[in-house]
RNA sequence: GGGCUCGUGGCGCAGUUUGGUUUAGCGCGCCUGCCUGUCACGCAGGAGGUCGCGGGUUCAAGUCCCGUCGGGCCCGCCA
């Protein structure tokens, strides 16, 4: 047998059960973790399916526990062996259900002791006792330390149910052991900056200098696979509903509207740059016009803004464009590769079809046009009643064509000065300039301000916010813009402090209706909602001649749990129309023609009436993982400041280089 | 472009407020030895630090000041 064929792996270290017992196996991983126990040495053999307990003992094979001995952590192993029952829990005894208090504290009472050693004496526990809880209220495990032995302890219907044995239920693959004939190192490995296993507490650098190490532990597997799923899903899906698959340039046109491009410089044309897509869309639509009907693609797209918690520089769009199709149909296709995404690779049931909500009641109701629906604590107005308040903060905003309004925080009543002093700070964020409250008690309203109003002010405001005695009220006063900001962020930060969230619950929304364009007071000019190409309603269409701000457009954003992850419209595609629209945008031919000639060129021969969307991988992928960081599901993902920490991208080029792309570096920055 | 925050052995942290009894401490990990049933093994012993970097104040700086680099969160920005 050559080298390579005897390291050929019969299972994966997931795979093994107690039906395999009596086989033998060969396993190839990296080593968890080595247990020497002088006279036999234990490892958990890692692969991304799973671990495996293998076990060197000297009267199996001496040799194979001779070079165990020299094993360290991530050593990279091959083991073959017998696969071996564990001893089976050895049932020791029935306990109270009373006990889980003993359990929980991790202070054995003098009556649960009493149990083991009137057992059997062997079984008397010593004064050094560690309890580790397993699932809080079901499961422990209890290591008598001086003595060297260790209880299984569940919490069923009868009670509490004590064993000991050598099977590890906390394991897939708990039940088996692989008593290993023959040991082959693969390699060895230097110490690990930090343990390859879930739940670590280690800084993001360190984990992501060391990526490699860090995509090793478990939950990154799982990520990485689940990604994995969601794509092929999609791909499956879009088969399905006969889209086709076409790749699109990387390297197209710089386009000046919209986020800020990156650029790729030209050899050949000095002066002259390539820009990544920001996303397909021109080359989609221009499929469209090319008889393709429906297109997908799973698309890299790149924008390079500065970067969030949810925004990284380059990112992964399932892109989506079909042909003689309407909203309906597209949001039809969506909902279905949505339930399929989300089931097939989430295990997420996803009920269809969503509920479809107007962007103008979004921005009422929760202050922006992505709602987290999974709570209330909705935002209400009180301008028409504080109009005529003697709490001059509210009036005199009301009067100069502001906007008051509120929200009812449930429990509310304990908040501290300092906790709403807090929340003052964290409104200010969003330039509200204060943060005004009223506790709703058992005896009524408290607060210093509750003077300047009417008890009748006072009792709607209460009635709309549905606050509760025992719940406090927060009002902001000022611009519609910055009251929407600061109650909507408010009310989700106070969601998530307050675990009025079920994390278990995902809550689709379309948000429909959005105006086609919006006013820019500073430049009083109009400029586009979403793009220049959305096109406007059927019944609001007229109004592009008459009253431009009030047309609304076919835009539509899928909304799932306060992250925006689809967003998409039906386009325009009719020249006139089209030409409307960059007039009411003031966009001269002459810019039309060097910015998008090609564009309009192809809208005039024959363009059929489509429409597209575009899902986010990686934010759908976070919302399955509950993820509330995009690094985490990205597998080699930039810092914030759009480095890669472990290739250290981008990187000082030779002069050789910039000469040849005639580039010349202005040195100070 | 701006605000906040963090940087101390391999990792996680304490010490910085008010400069000096701290020889910079703790937990994990690591190394050596012992141990045949562990799975967070145990026991005994041990090694390991330019306190991010540079400058300054001072008799004295991990601690105070200035600058700088890096990480994170947020505002702006992201059609």
């Known amino acids: 047998m050559s080298q390579e064929s005897s390291l050929k792996r019969t299972h994966y270290c997931g795979d093994l059960r107690l039906t395999d017992a009596g086989t033998t196996a060969q396993l190839n991983g990296w080593v968890k973790r080595r247990r020497d126990h002088g006279g036999v040495i234990f490892a958990d053999l890692r692969d991304r399916t799973g671990i495996t307990q293998v076990v060197f003992d000297p009267q199996i094979d001496e040799k194979a526990h001779a070079i165990a001995d020299a094993v360290r952590s991530e050593f990279v192993l091959n083991v073959s062996g017998t696969v071996r029952e564990r001893e089976p829990g050895e049932l020791l005894l029935h306990a109270d259900a009373a006990y889980q208090k003993d359990l929980a504290e991790g202070m054995l009472s003098p009556a649960f002791r009493s149990l083991f050693s009137d057992t059997d004496t062997k079984y008397t526990l010593s004064e050094e006792i560690e309890v580790a809880t397993r699932v809080e209220g079901e499961r422990w495990l209890l290591t008598d330390v001086e003595n060297n032995r260790t209880y299984h302890i569940e919490n069923e219907e009868a009670g509490l149910i004590i064993y000991q044995g050598t099977v590890n239920p906390e394991l897939d693959t708990g039940e088996i052991e692989i ?384 992250y925006e992850i689809c967003s998409g419209s039906v386009r325009i595609h009719q020249w006139d129309i089209q030409q409307k629209v960059f007039d009411i945008l003031n966009i001269t031919p002459e810019e039309v023609e060097s910015r998008f000639g090609y564009f309009i060129d192809a809208l005039a021969y024959g363009t059929p009436p489509h429409a597209g969307i575009a899902p986010g991988l990686d934010r759908m992928v976070m919302l399955m993982r509950n993820e509330e960081n995009i690094r985490e599901v990205i597998a080699f993902p930039k810092s914030q400041q759009g480095l890669c920490p472990l290739t250290h991208a981008p990187s000082v080029v030779s002069e050789d280089q910039l000469e040849e792309l005639s580039i010349r570096v202005d040195a100070d920055n």
């Open 179 to 562: 008593a290993v004939d023959s040991l082959h190192i693969l390699n060895t490995a230097k110490t690990p900056p930090f343990p390859v296993e879930d739940n670590i507490d280690v800084a993001e650098d360190i984990r992501m200098r060391y990526r490699f190490i860090d995509l090793r532990r478990p939950e990154m597997q799982k990520t990485l696979a689940m990604r994995h799923k969601a794509a092929l899903a999609a791909r499956n899906y879009m088969n399905e509903e006969g889209f086709l698959e076409i790749e699109t340039p990387i390297l197209m046109n710089s386009t000046p509207e919209g986020a800020r491009d990156v650029l790729v410089p030209s050899r050949h044309y000095p002066g002259r740059f390539y820009a990544l897509p920001q996303s397909p869309q021109q080359f989609k639509q221009i499929l469209m016009m090319s008889g393709v009907d429906r297109y997908f693609q799973i698309a890299r797209c790149f924008r390079d803004e500065d970067t969030r918690s949810d925004r990284q520089l380059e990112f992964t769009q399932l892109d989506i464009e079909m042909s003689f199709a309407d909203t309906d149909d597209v949001l039809a296709v969506t909902e279905g590769l949505m339930k399929r995404i989300f089931e097939e690779a989430g295990d997420i049931p996803v009920q269809t079809p969503f509920l479809r909500l107007p962007y103008h009641e979004s921005m009422a109701r929760f202050g922006n046009d992505k709602p987290d629906t999974r709570f209330g604590m909705e935002l209400t107005d009180l301008s028409d009643v504080m109009a005529d308040c003697d709490f001059q903060v509210f009036a005199r905003t009301l009067a100069s064509g502001g906007q008051v309004k509120a929200i009812a925080v449930p429990g509310g009543e304990d908040f501290s000065r300092k906790d709403i002093d807090d929340l003052t700070a964290f409104v200010a964020t969003y330039r509200a300039k204060g943060l005004a409250w009223v506790k709703v008690t058992a005896e009524g309203f408290s607060s210093g301000i509750v003077k300047f109003f009417t008890t009748e002010q006072l009792e709607t405001a209460q009635a709309r916010t549905g606050a509760q005695p025992g719940d406090i009220m927060f009002f902001v006063a000022d611009k519609p813009k910055v009251v929407a900001d600061a109650l909507g962020y408010l009310r989700l930060h106070l969601g998530k402090k307050r675990n009025l969230i079920d994390e278990t619950q995902y809550n689709f929304l379309w948000i429909v209706d959005y105006p086609l364009f919006e006013w820019n007071e500073e430049e009083n000019r109009y400029e586009p909602f979403h793009h220049l190409f959305t096109g406007a309603t059927e019944a609001t269409l007229p109004l592009l001649d008459t009253d431009a701000g009030k047309v609304q457009s076919q835009h539509y954003d899928l909304v799932c749990n306060g």
